[in-house]
């Protein structure tokens, strides 16, 4: 008996070609059910891949992945508001 693996690779997403003085934003967020408490993040690159500024912080709380998500989305644009960084949203995936 033989069997066959899929031996297809796959090939990781590429990143997002950036225009000059364009900038790419990472958020996530972790959530610790037992602690009730959701750590933040925040990353700002610029067109070629050099970050340039950062954010974490931790959070008390969080019922749900999907919702501590959510809320470093809404933290990300209030902390983008107040340091005054313009954002165009392209695209927004939840993993």
């Known amino acids: 008996m033989s069997t066959k693996r899929n031996t297809s690779t796959r090939s990781p997403l590429a990143p997002p070609q950036l225009h000059p003085g364009a900038f790419k934003l990472n958020v996530d967020?972790?959530?610790d059910v037992r602690g009730?408490?959701?750590?933040?993040?925040?990353?700002?690159?610029?067109?070629?891949?050099?970050?340039?500024?950062?954010?974490?912080?931790?959070?008390?709380?969080?019922?749900?992945?999907?919702?501590?998500?959510?809320?470093?989305?809404?933290h990300t644009i209030q902390w983008c508001s107040t340091i005054r960084f313009s954002l165009y949203m392209r695209q927004i995936v939840f993993n």
């Open 29 to 31: 967020a972790a959530l």
């Open 36 to 74: 009730h408490c959701t750590g933040l993040s925040v990353v700002v690159s610029n067109w070629e891949g050099h970050i340039i500024e950062g954010l974490s912080a931790p959070k008390a709380g969080g019922s749900s992945h999907i919702f501590v998500e959510a809320q470093a989305l809404l």
